[in-house]
């Protein structure tokens, strides 16, 4: 469309708020998936709530549809345009409004990155407990919109959990705004929920509020190497019983422990390779007090005979540097592209089979699969790269593994989201019902169809 027709249909949104044709950038093309679409015609980039609304109202009175952009680090292609769609970045929304100390809270603008989030805490003795290797460049609205997880989802879950209050925009222009700052708050509807984890489709999140916590001085991470897969399970068990500021439980199968520590350069701690590898984490108030604990805890480890070797960090510096290789995932991405990427649910009774078959079946079919396997084991989450080095074995790769994690009832997702990637498989894990509902609610709140259509779901 040539750019003068499009200025007069955004005759009501003023002209400081888009960006069209050449002004705009290549970053608008694709998220962190790899899944890329075409130069979108328009980037309306808004200051305020009111812009949101005032540039939907517009979008679904043309009955033009938008998708949403916060840092581009989704996984899952949600965030990539589609042909003929506008972009909506909330790039421009980056205030901190309100650090409220007395009531642990902070709240936000839904540009803010996760990193921003947690250097303002840190800096009044308090923590946010999101943690992920994207935090400089994820945003609330991101990772609110996907439910993001990340490594300390066992001790303060989901950040469903840390949301107090939400602000967001529908499809019309509505607002609807809601500071809540109250842990407890049963009047009426909960209609934050409404967007989180519906990534996009049925809101544009403007703002969030979110608990904080007390930071604990005292932190420290073990990593141990474990011959079994139920003595990862039975040593989650102990330190669950044993130690209550566990925040992380980490598990690395040998094959990605070796290959992301050559790729980043890190030193194998252990004389030999082990199966297994997991990092665990443990905080507490007072220095000596955690450190004793964690020891007591991994020495009856040992005389279970479930941990083979171990280290403890003994200060900041050493636990940075045992995160290095679990931090390191994104070397895989760029060493082995293109890749089948998972973040699958296993229940945990089943995952230790799962592992195997999924190994075996794949190498079956790809004798050449290069296989990763890791994840947040303390709640069911594994992920898992794989890649031929060729893109037309991405999707029969996914089909396999998708069709496993079916049968040990998994989830095709447990925290990047549907997007555009897996939809195909979303019955795999939703009965036709539920699919419904959701199509249902998304045509109530967007009967236009506008907000990220065809994420999750086409209607
Ligand atoms: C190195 C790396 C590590 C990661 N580790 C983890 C991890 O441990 N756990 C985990 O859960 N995820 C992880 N992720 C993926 C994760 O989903 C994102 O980092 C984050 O949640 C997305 O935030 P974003 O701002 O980049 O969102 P984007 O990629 O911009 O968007 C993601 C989705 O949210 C929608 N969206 C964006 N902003 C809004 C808004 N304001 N309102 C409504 N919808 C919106 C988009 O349309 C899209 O559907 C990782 C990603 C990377 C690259």
């Given at each position: 469309?040539?750019?003068?027709?499009?200025d007069?249909?955004?005759?009501?949104?003023?002209?400081?708020?888009?960006?069209?044709?050449?002004?705009?950038?290549?970053?608008?093309?694709k998220?962190?998936?790899?899944?890329?679409?075409?130069?979108?015609?328009?980037?309306?980039?808004?200051?305020?709530?009111?812009?949101?609304?005032?540039?939907?109202?517009?979008?679904?009175?043309?009955?033009?549809?938008?998708?949403?952009?916060?840092?581009?680090?989704?996984?899952?292609?949600?965030?990539?345009?589609?042909?003929?769609?506008?972009?909506l970045?909330?790039?421009?929304?980056?205030?901190?409004?309100e650090?409220?100390?007395?009531?642990?809270?902070?709240?936000?603008?839904?540009?803010?990155?996760?990193?921003?989030?947690?250097?303002?805490?840190?800096?009044?003795?308090?923590?946010?407990?999101?943690?992920?290797?994207?935090?400089?460049?994820?945003?609330?609205?991101?990772?609110?919109?996907?439910?993001?997880?990340?490594?300390?989802?066992?001790?303060?879950?989901?950040?469903?959990?840390?949301v107090?209050?939400?602000?967001?925009?529908?499809?019309?222009?509505?607002i609807?705004?809601?500071?809540?700052?109250?842990?407890?708050?049963?009047?009426?509807?909960?209609?934050k929920q409404?967007?989180?984890?519906?990534?996009?489709?049925?809101?544009?999140?403007?703002?969030?509020?979110?608990?904080?916590?007390?930071?604990?001085?005292?932190?420290?991470?073990?990593?141990?190497?474990?011959?079994?897969?139920?003595?990862?399970?039975?040593?989650?068990?102990?330190?669950?019983?044993?130690?209550?500021?566990?925040?992380?439980?980490?598990?690395?199968?040998?094959?990605?422990?070796?290959?992301?520590?050559?790729?980043?350069?890190?030193?194998?701690?252990?004389p030999?390779?082990f199966?297994?590898?997991?990092?665990?984490e443990?905080?507490?108030?007072?220095?000596?007090a955690?450190?004793?604990?964690f020891?007591?805890?991994?020495?009856?480890?040992?005389?279970r005979?479930?941990?083979q070797?171990?280290?403890?960090?003994?200060?900041?510096?050493?636990?940075?540097?045992?995160?290095?290789?679990?931090?390191?995932?994104?070397?895989?991405?760029?060493?082995?592209?293109?890749?089948?990427?998972?973040?699958?649910?296993?229940?945990?009774?089943?995952?230790?089979?799962?592992?195997?078959?999924?190994?075996?079946?794949?190498?079956?079919?790809f004798?050449?699969?290069?296989?990763?396997?890791?994840?947040?084991?303390?709640?069911?989450?594994?992920?898992?790269?794989?890649?031929?080095?060729?893109?037309?074995?991405v999707h029969?790769?996914?089909?396999?593994?998708?069709?496993?994690?079916?049968?040990?009832?998994?989830?095709?997702?447990?925290?990047?989201?549907?997007?555009?990637?897996?939809?195909?498989?979303?019955?795999?894990?939703r009965?036709?019902?539920?699919?419904?509902?959701?199509?249902?609610?998304?045509?109530s709140?967007?009967?236009?169809?506008?907000?990220?259509?065809?994420?999750i779901?086409?209607?």
């Amino acid at each position: 469309m040539i750019q003068s027709a499009i200025d007069s249909q955004l005759a009501q949104i003023p002209r400081s708020l888009y960006r069209l044709g050449e002004e705009v950038e290549v970053k608008y093309t694709k998220d962190w998936s790899g899944i890329s679409g075409p130069l979108p015609e328009v980037v309306f980039l808004p200051r305020t709530e009111h812009d949101v609304a005032l540039i939907l109202a517009g979008c679904n009175e043309l009955k033009h549809p938008v998708v949403t952009q916060g840092g581009l680090t989704g996984l899952s292609g949600g965030a990539s345009p589609k042909s003929g769609e506008w972009v909506l970045s909330l790039e421009r929304m980056r205030s901190i409004v309100e650090l409220d100390v007395a009531s642990s809270t902070i709240t936000v603008e839904a540009g803010v990155t996760l990193q921003e989030i947690q250097e303002a805490a840190a800096e009044h003795n308090l923590m946010f407990p999101l943690d992920m290797g994207s935090r400089g460049s994820c945003t609330v609205g991101g990772f609110t919109a996907t439910n993001a997880g990340g490594t300390q989802v066992i001790q303060r879950g989901m950040v469903r959990n840390l949301v107090l209050g939400l602000d967001a925009v529908l499809a019309d222009g509505t607002i609807l705004s809601n500071r809540n700052k109250l842990l407890k708050n049963n009047a009426g509807y909960d209609l934050k929920q409404l967007f989180i984890g519906t990534e996009g489709t049925l809101g544009v999140i403007t703002g969030a509020t979110f608990r904080l916590f007390p930071t604990r001085v005292a932190r420290y991470t073990a990593l141990c190497g474990m011959h079994r897969f139920d003595d990862v399970v039975s040593l989650l068990h102990l330190f669950q019983k044993k130690l209550p500021g566990l925040r992380g439980f980490e598990l690395m199968w040998e094959s990605y422990f070796q290959t992301v520590a050559s790729l980043t350069g890190q030193r194998d701690p252990f004389p030999g390779p082990f199966p297994l590898y997991v990092l665990c984490e443990v905080e507490g108030a007072d220095e000596q007090a955690t450190r004793s604990q964690f020891e007591e805890a991994l020495e009856d480890a040992f005389e279970r005979n479930l941990v083979q070797d171990a280290i403890l960090s003994r200060n900041e510096q050493e636990r940075t540097n045992l995160w290095k290789i679990r931090d390191g995932v994104s070397e895989l991405f760029s060493t082995f592209n293109p890749v089948a990427n998972f973040d699958i649910g296993i229940p945990i009774a089943s995952m230790a089979q799962f592992a195997l078959d999924v190994e075996q079946k794949l190498k079956a079919s790809f004798p050449q699969c290069h296989i990763f396997l890791f994840g947040h084991i303390g709640d069911g989450n594994l992920h898992l790269i794989a890649s031929t080095g060729r893109e037309e074995d991405v999707h029969r790769i996914e089909d396999t593994v998708f069709a496993l994690t079916r049968e040990v009832s998994g989830t095709i997702t447990a925290e990047h989201g549907i997007g555009v990637s897996k939809k195909e498989w979303l019955h795999y894990c939703r009965s036709d019902e539920e699919i419904e509902t959701m199509k249902r609610l998304k045509r109530s709140f967007d009967p236009n169809n506008i907000l990220n259509p065809g994420r999750i779901f086409d209607l």
